[in-house]
């Protein structure tokens, strides 16, 4: 269905080779055979992709080609006249996060998107029904997690190492080393005790 739409729409050639390399083509078919799922899509036309920096495409792997058509694409149906009520940021097909979403804004009529890299608005609407909305866009949405650098991941925390106590680290520690004191006290009391008796008797 929404190959269809965007092939008779006559300017989508570039979006729609997208769609079929990276089989979105399919998961948009199977997504809208089930009626209670809805989609909206702002397609890009041929003449903004053709405004991208040269090599822009030909520099994206395969997944951030996927991710860069799911950007695209918005999991709910969306009139017209809804985007002046939804509730900002929009979450797109590639996921949620400040990275992966974009904002949508009117000014009477116009209908500004943005996603931190890319400012732009619909410049018609291609198709609409109560479960597929299709608008085009004149410039290629760009989300801010393919083109531009990722924040860098927390390093792990060091292992604090343990420090040997004083008593650990000496051949007897301070308990050991006061019984060991009592002891020889103890047995030179005994010791004095026998030396007096043994006097006594040799009186």
Do not use: W
Request: aromatic residues 6%; glycine residues 6%; neutral net charge.
């Amino acid at each position: 269905m929404s190959l269809k739409v965007l092939e008779k729409g006559g300017q989508f050639s570039v979006f729609i080779r997208l769609l079929k390399a990276t089989q979105e083509d399919v998961t948009l078919n199977g997504q809208l055979n089930n009626t209670n799922n809805a989609i909206t899509i702002f397609a890009p036309s041929d003449s903004a992709f053709s405004s991208l920096k040269s090599g822009t495409l030909n520099s994206l792997n395969d997944q951030e080609k996927a991710e860069l058509v799911q950007f695209h694409i918005i999991p709910q149906f969306l009139s017209s006249s809804q985007f002046q009520t939804v509730s900002n940021p929009l979450t797109t097909q590639a996921g949620s996060g400040g990275r992966l979403e974009l904002n949508v804004t009117t000014t009477g009529n116009s209908v500004n998107i943005t996603t931190g890299l890319t400012n732009t608005s619909v410049s018609g609407t291609i198709y609409t029904d109560n479960q597929l909305a299709v608008y085009q866009v004149d410039k290629v949405l760009l989300p801010l997690d393919i083109f531009t650098p990722k924040p860098p991941t927390p390093a792990p925390a060091p292992e604090k190492t343990k420090k040997r106590s004083k008593a650990a680290a000496s051949p007897e520690s301070p308990a050991d080393a006061s019984g060991a004191v009592s002891f020889a006290v103890l047995n030179n009391v005994v010791f004095f005790g026998v030396c007096m008796v043994a006097a006594i008797y040799s009186l």
